[in-house]
């Protein structure tokens, strides 16, 4: 389980709709990490799936299909969150999960657009996920499957 925003890169969120610059960390930060995600990139590297159906890779005698081939995670899914059409997008993000025997793997993400948040009030957030293989409350790892932040916009 991987936690984005890293902790140097902002558990807490604070920027004023007035001043564009106090957003701009943030939005290039967003950028980058969703690079990978652009639909060119991922065109190149993995394969088109079916959605909702899962992508069962046959070993095919003693040829091993290893390491099996990823699906596609376009960043144009993301809709409006996705940072394309819109470059004023301060958003947050993400609990993510992979493998490492998928080459090119693009962990799947979570992004949140707020659409009535109050402003000039701290909004903390919590996104959790819910699986039966992500132990809930662990004592080794107290925020396994879930990151928490602290929104504020001025």
Same mark, same amino acid.
């Given at each position: 389980?991987?936690?984005?925003?890293? $902790?140097? !890169?902002?558990? @807490?969120? =604070?920027?004023?709709? #007035?001043?564009? @610059?106090?957003?701009?960390?943030?939005?290039?930060? /967003?950028?980058?990490?969703?690079?990978?995600?652009? &639909?060119?990139? #991922?065109?190149?590297?993995? &394969? @088109?799936?079916?959605?909702?159906?899962?992508?069962? #890779?046959?070993?095919? $005698? !003693? *040829?091993?299909?290893?390491?099996?081939?990823?699906?596609?995670?376009?960043?144009?899914? /993301? $809709?409006? +969150?996705? %940072?394309?059409? &819109?470059?004023?997008?301060?958003?947050?993000?993400? %609990?993510?999960? $992979?493998? *490492?025997?998928? =080459?090119?793997?693009? #962990?799947?993400? *979570?992004?949140?657009?707020?659409?009535?948040?109050?402003?000039? !009030?701290? =909004?903390?957030? !919590? +996104?959790?996920?819910?699986?039966?293989?992500?132990?809930?409350?662990?004592?080794?790892?107290?925020?396994? %499957?879930? *990151?928490?932040?602290?929104?504020?916009?001025?």
């Amino acid at each position: 389980m991987m936690i984005r925003p890293k $902790g140097l !890169e902002a558990l @807490e969120i =604070v920027y004023n709709t #007035q001043n564009t @610059e106090s957003w701009d960390l943030y939005t290039q930060a /967003l950028d980058r990490f969703l690079t990978p995600y652009n &639909d060119s990139i #991922q065109i190149q590297k993995n &394969d @088109e799936c079916d959605p909702d159906k899962y992508n069962f #890779q046959n070993d095919m $005698g !003693e *040829v091993k299909n290893n390491p099996k081939r990823s699906c596609q995670f376009n960043r144009t899914m /993301l $809709g409006s +969150c996705s %940072g394309l059409t &819109d470059r004023d997008w301060p958003a947050a993000r993400e %609990g993510r999960h $992979g493998s *490492v025997r998928h =080459v090119n793997y693009s #962990q799947p993400l *979570v992004a949140i657009k707020f659409l009535n948040i109050t402003t000039n !009030e701290d =909004v903390n957030v !919590e +996104c959790k996920i819910i699986s039966t293989n992500i132990p809930a409350g662990s004592d080794r790892d107290k925020f396994a %499957g879930r *990151v928490s932040f602290k929104l504020r916009i001025n």
